[in-house]
Nanobody, 123 residues
Framework: QVQLVESGGGSVQAGGSLRLSCAAS???????????MGWYRQAPGKQRELVARITSGGIPTYTDSVKGRFTISRDNAKKTVYLQMNSLTPEDTAVYYCNADIVELTLARRDYWGQGTQVTVSS
Protein backbone atom coordinates (compact mmCIF):
# COMPACT_ATOMS: atom_id res chain seq x y z
CA GLN A 1 0.00 0.00 0.00
CA VAL A 2 1.03 3.58 -0.63
CA GLN A 3 0.37 6.78 1.28
CA LEU A 4 0.54 10.30 -0.12
CA VAL A 5 1.39 12.87 2.54
CA GLU A 6 0.81 16.53 1.70
CA SER A 7 2.28 19.64 3.29
CA GLY A 8 2.73 23.33 2.60
CA GLY A 9 -0.80 24.67 2.77
CA GLY A 10 -1.77 27.71 4.77
CA SER A 11 -3.13 31.22 4.66
CA VAL A 12 -1.66 33.97 2.52
CA GLN A 13 -2.65 37.39 1.24
CA ALA A 14 -3.53 37.97 -2.39
CA GLY A 15 -0.38 38.18 -4.47
CA GLY A 16 1.52 35.88 -2.16
CA SER A 17 3.02 32.46 -2.76
CA LEU A 18 2.87 28.97 -1.34
CA ARG A 19 4.64 25.74 -2.19
CA LEU A 20 2.82 22.44 -1.75
CA SER A 21 4.63 19.12 -1.42
CA CYS A 22 3.35 15.57 -1.69
CA ALA A 23 5.54 12.59 -0.84
CA ALA A 24 4.66 9.00 -1.66
CA SER A 25 5.74 6.31 0.77
CA UNK A 26 5.12 2.59 0.93
CA UNK A 27 3.77 0.68 3.87
CA UNK A 28 4.76 -2.83 4.96
CA UNK A 29 7.74 -2.81 2.62
CA UNK A 30 5.74 -2.06 -0.51
CA UNK A 31 7.66 -1.64 -3.74
CA UNK A 32 6.08 0.59 -6.36
CA UNK A 33 6.60 2.85 -9.36
CA UNK A 34 4.89 6.17 -9.97
CA UNK A 35 3.54 7.22 -13.33
CA UNK A 36 1.78 10.58 -13.57
CA MET A 37 1.21 12.77 -10.52
CA GLY A 38 -1.09 15.72 -10.17
CA TRP A 39 -2.80 18.30 -8.03
CA TYR A 40 -6.54 18.81 -7.76
CA ARG A 41 -8.52 21.31 -5.72
CA GLN A 42 -12.02 21.61 -4.35
CA ALA A 43 -13.60 24.84 -3.14
CA PRO A 44 -16.65 24.86 -0.83
CA GLY A 45 -19.77 23.97 -2.77
CA LYS A 46 -17.78 23.26 -5.93
CA GLN A 47 -16.67 20.12 -7.72
CA ARG A 48 -13.09 18.95 -7.57
CA GLU A 49 -11.03 20.19 -10.52
CA LEU A 50 -7.66 19.37 -11.98
CA VAL A 51 -5.04 22.05 -11.36
CA ALA A 52 -1.87 20.55 -12.79
CA ARG A 53 -0.46 17.21 -13.81
CA ILE A 54 3.04 15.96 -14.61
CA THR A 55 4.18 12.79 -16.36
CA SER A 56 6.86 10.46 -15.08
CA GLY A 57 9.21 12.13 -17.56
CA GLY A 58 8.48 15.61 -16.22
CA ILE A 59 6.08 16.94 -18.86
CA PRO A 60 3.54 19.26 -17.20
CA THR A 61 0.02 20.35 -18.07
CA TYR A 62 -2.06 23.05 -16.38
CA THR A 63 -5.61 24.22 -16.25
CA ASP A 64 -5.96 27.58 -17.98
CA SER A 65 -6.72 29.54 -14.81
CA VAL A 66 -3.30 28.82 -13.28
CA LYS A 67 -1.04 28.97 -16.34
CA GLY A 68 1.80 31.39 -15.80
CA ARG A 69 1.26 31.43 -12.04
CA PHE A 70 1.66 27.81 -10.89
CA THR A 71 4.49 25.40 -11.59
CA ILE A 72 4.34 21.65 -11.02
CA SER A 73 7.55 19.66 -10.63
CA ARG A 74 8.69 16.33 -9.27
CA ASP A 75 11.70 14.64 -7.74
CA ASN A 76 11.56 10.99 -8.74
CA ALA A 77 14.32 9.96 -6.35
CA LYS A 78 12.31 11.39 -3.45
CA LYS A 79 8.98 10.23 -4.90
CA THR A 80 7.69 13.73 -4.35
CA VAL A 81 5.64 16.16 -6.42
CA TYR A 82 5.54 19.91 -5.80
CA LEU A 83 3.22 22.74 -6.71
CA GLN A 84 4.70 26.23 -6.60
CA MET A 85 1.85 28.73 -6.48
CA ASN A 86 2.61 32.39 -7.17
CA SER A 87 0.40 35.46 -7.56
CA LEU A 88 -2.34 33.79 -5.56
CA THR A 89 -5.88 35.19 -5.64
CA PRO A 90 -8.94 34.50 -3.48
CA GLU A 91 -10.25 32.33 -6.32
CA ASP A 92 -7.42 29.90 -5.56
CA THR A 93 -8.85 29.22 -2.09
CA ALA A 94 -9.62 25.51 -1.85
CA VAL A 95 -8.52 22.21 -0.40
CA TYR A 96 -5.72 20.89 -2.59
CA TYR A 97 -5.34 17.16 -3.11
CA CYS A 98 -2.35 15.28 -4.42
CA ASN A 99 -2.95 12.40 -6.82
CA ALA A 100 -0.62 9.68 -8.08
CA ASP A 101 -1.00 6.88 -10.61
CA ILE A 102 0.92 4.02 -9.04
CA VAL A 103 1.92 0.54 -10.19
CA GLU A 104 2.91 -1.94 -7.51
CA LEU A 105 5.20 -4.94 -7.90
CA THR A 106 2.19 -7.16 -8.57
CA LEU A 107 1.42 -4.90 -11.58
CA ALA A 108 -1.70 -3.66 -9.83
CA ARG A 109 -2.39 -0.07 -10.92
CA ARG A 110 -4.26 2.33 -8.68
CA ASP A 111 -4.93 6.01 -8.17
CA TYR A 112 -3.93 7.25 -4.72
CA TRP A 113 -4.99 10.50 -3.07
CA GLY A 114 -3.44 12.66 -0.40
CA GLN A 115 -5.35 13.80 2.66
CA GLY A 116 -5.82 17.32 1.35
CA THR A 117 -4.25 20.58 2.47
CA GLN A 118 -6.13 23.86 2.90
CA VAL A 119 -5.04 26.91 0.94
CA THR A 120 -6.72 30.16 1.91
CA VAL A 121 -6.04 33.41 0.05
CA SER A 122 -7.38 36.62 1.55
CA SER A 123 -7.97 39.87 -0.28
Amino acid sequence: QVQLVESGGGSVQAGGSLRLSCAASGTSGSIFSINAMGWYRQAPGKQRELVARITSGGIPTYTDSVKGRFTISRDNAKKTVYLQMNSLTPEDTAVYYCNADIVELTLARRDYWGQGTQVTVSS
